[in-house]
């Protein structure tokens, strides 16, 4: 250790402290309610929601895994369906599909975006294909527009994974479309590092343009009652409660704010490693073009990625590995029948990916920090 202060991933701290006492006004409403499972607070936030994301319906649910869950239940996978998705995710974004009864089946990703890409998707296409899973991954969206037309034809739903990318837009017919109003589902995490954070576990579903579908999941939240103790099928209890719910509100009206100062952070970090020269050693996250990317994670390709990595760990400053093995590669996917050498461009990057420390609050000289750390990694230092 150099003796200097640590410099984290995220601070949850110093964002609450700018919320603070909101925050505390937005407690005791719901306190003063005593009222602490959905209600008025959830569904005032679920319409929030919609507005922000300008889609008809938004259910909220207990967490972003839920989200994916409850969206899948409601399209009615049965056993031998098949769900396109990408094995360079979260693990939540393959279970819910097994979960499902559904068989995942990968493709593989997209080097630059780190997103799936769209051709690969579309040479996994069979008739038993359902859905299409995409995961807009660390606050990019993905290329959907060049499959929507298609894959409406063929009759298979888009469920847009938006854990990490809550504000994220792209230009689609001139059109300004976020992330969550694109397919036919979205689902959003608020688990606490999230964008948009609650201070739990806290989830939720857009449904662009389909009532009958959001009212089944509205029903399949509440172990499919549409009327309380009368179960038309068999759902889950997965609710949004009142108190994550009133934090959300607060918290929504920031968010454009601490999105554009992530958008800063980034862009400074690109001048950084552009001024010392590191540009042949990191390879930096690239903005699509047409694409507003809110940067959940600042996620670049570093050679010797791991010796990186504990150096800077041991100068204070964390990083991360979104994500160290692909889910074809795990495990508990083995029955898929994938091996190593399907997914080239997912096994590359695990291999290669370091997530930076950021977060709306970091400031520039800790960002300098980082930079010249890896600098002197490299032995590039002035
Ligand atoms: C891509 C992705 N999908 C799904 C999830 C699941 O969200 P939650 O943790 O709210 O269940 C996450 C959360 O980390 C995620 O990053």
Redesign the pocket.
Same mark, same amino acid.
């Given at each position: 250790m150099t003796g200097q202060e640590k410099i984290p991933s995220f601070d949850l701290t110093r964002n609450y402290n700018r919320v603070k006492e909101e925050i505390r006004v937005a407690l005791d409403r719901v306190l003063e309610t005593q009222h602490f499972i959905l209600g008025p607070e959830v569904e005032c936030f679920e319409k929030e929601i919609a507005s922000y994301l300008e889609v008809e319906n938004a259910v909220g649910c207990a /967490?972003? &895994? !839920?989200a +994916?869950l409850l969206s899948l239940m409601a399209l009615d996978l049965k056993e031998g369906d098949e769900v396109i998705t990408t094995p360079f &995710? @979260?693990f $939540? &974004?393959a279970s819910c599909i097994t979960r499902n009864g559904a068989k995942p089946v990968f493709a593989d990703v997209d080097p630059d975006s780190y997103n799936l890409s769209m051709e690969s998707v579309m040479e996994k296409i069979t008739p038993r294909t359902k859905v299409v899973l995409p995961?807009h +991954?660390f606050g990019q969206t993905c290329k959907l527009e060049l499959i929507t037309d298609e894959l409406s034809q063929k009759g298979i739903a888009i469920v847009e !994974?938006c $854990?990490?990318a809550i504000g994220a837009h792209r230009i689609i017919d001139k059109k300004i479309c976020r992330a969550g109003s694109i397919g036919d589902i979205g689902?959003l /995490? @608020? @688990?606490p590092t999230k964008n948009l954070g609650c201070y739990g !576990?806290?989830?939720m579903v857009s449904i662009p343009h389909n009532k009958e579908i959001s009212d089944r999941i509205r029903n399949l939240r509440v172990h499919g009652s549409g009327k309380t103790y009368f179960h038309d099928e068999i759902g889950i209890n997965s609710r949004l409660d009142a108190v994550q719910a009133a934090i959300l509100r607060v918290r929504i009206r920031h968010l454009e704010e601490w999105n554009e100062e992530r958008r800063i952070v980034a862009e400074r970090y690109m001048l950084l490693f552009k001024e010392k020269g590191l540009l042949d050693v990191i390879t930096l996250p690239v903005e699509e073009d047409g694409n507003r990317h809110v940067y959940h994670q600042y996620v670049v390709k570093a050679e010797r990625r791991d010796e990186l990595q504990e150096y800077l760990e041991r100068r204070g400053i964390s990083t991360r590995v979104y994500y160290p093995l692909p889910l074809h590669m795990q495990h508990c996917f083995s029955y898929l029948g994938y091996k190593e050498g399907d997914f080239p461009v997912s096994e590359k990057l695990a291999g290669s990916v370091l997530a930076l420390p950021i977060f709306p609050e970091l400031l520039p000289e800790e960002q300098e920090r980082v930079v010249e750390e890896i600098a002197g990694f490299y032995g590039r230092q002035n």
């Open positions: /967490s972003g &895994t !839920d +994916l &995710t @979260f $939540a &974004t995961v +991954l !994974d $854990a990490q689902c /995490s @608020f @688990f !576990d806290g989830g």
